[in-house]
């Protein structure tokens, strides 16, 4: 126990240099690929690559919530299921729901309630499945990330896409999404989403200490990548829907070749200067 004490406090995670294990700076995002509309089934989806993390992110509804007894009459219920896969993790991780991935269920879904206009579908719920394929530390960001793509691609009214980023704290330097080392030997993690265009705060989460001053610098380093995720967002939604003149003369049948005019045929009466 005090071996695996010591490596922990030996172990840098910053560099002599400024920089961290894998280059980064203590401002700097993993590098993030989003792609909306990525599951034929789903009435909207998303796919986000964020570092090392894969996230499938599948929308259903507004439907007719079940059971009944869950139903509000005056408002559309938002449910979420975030799921790790056994094998996202390099330890196996035992399928099925446990206390960590109820509480990000939790957390999410009230993320999403406070931006989906709820009071235009009564009774119904809008269901959001978030499914990590690969972990490596911010998965809950990720996901949320992309399930706010995967409603917007399912036409889910909302008042704004939400945006997701974590900041925290290695070696006593407040630094900017976290990856799996960082989070495992750092000494604070704080995972936060916001509507980008209210600037209102939906989740907002601590593992660790952070000092007044340290939480106001990771608030405002992810404040600040969040405009440019927010951005990313708004690129895949528009790739998805965006047409080019090439896609739709790919979609336009094929153009009818053109006719030739048939050879005029002299009249009966048509007989010309020689006529009779
Ligand atoms: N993790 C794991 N096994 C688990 C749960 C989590 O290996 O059962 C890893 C995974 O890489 C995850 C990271 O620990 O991304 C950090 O988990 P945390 O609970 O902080 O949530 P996250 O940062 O993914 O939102």
Excluded at 84 to 102: C, E, H, I, L
Excluded at 129 to 135: D, G, K, P, T, Y
Excluded at 166 to 189: P, R, Y
Aim: aromatic share 6%; net charge negative; hydrophobic share 35%.
């Amino acid at each position: 126990m005090e071996d695996i004490e010591h490596i922990e406090k030996e172990m840098k995670l910053i560099n002599s240099d400024g920089r961290r294990l894998d280059g980064r700076s203590f401002d700097e995002l993993r590098p993030i690929r989003i792609e909306a509309g990525v599951l034929r089934r789903a009435d909207g989806s998303a796919y986000i690559e964020w570092g090392g993390n894969k996230v499938l992110a599948a929308v259903y509804g507004p439907r007719e919530a079940h059971p009944r007894h869950l139903q509000d009459p005056a408002r559309a219920l938002v449910q979420c299921r975030y799921n790790m896969a056994p094998f996202s993790v390099s330890d196996r991780k035992r399928p099925g729901p446990d206390r960590r991935s109820v509480e990000i269920s939790k957390v999410i879904s009230e993320a999403f309630s406070s931006v989906v206009f709820k009071e235009q579908f009564p009774r119904t719920s809008v269901d959001i499945f978030i499914e990590v394929l690969q972990a490596d530390a911010g998965t809950r960001c990720a996901g949320l990330t992309a399930a706010s793509v995967a409603l917007a691609d399912a036409g889910v009214p909302m008042r704004d896409l939400v945006t997701s980023c974590a900041s925290g704290k290695i070696d006593d330097v407040v630094c900017l999404d976290l990856n799996k080392d960082e989070d495992n030997f750092g000494d604070a993690d704080c995972p936060m989403a916001i509507v980008p265009r209210t600037g209102d705060v939906v989740l907002l989460q601590m593992d660790g200490h952070l000092t007044y001053d340290e939480f106001q610098k990771a608030m405002g380093l992810s404040i600040d990548a969040t405009k440019r995720i927010y951005e990313m967002q708004r690129d895949a939604l528009r790739r998805r829907y965006s047409v080019t003149l090439e896609d739709i003369l790919k979609e336009a049948p094929p153009a009818a070749a053109p006719v030739e005019p048939e050879p005029e045929q002299p009249r009966e009466d048509d007989f010309g200067p020689e006529g009779i």
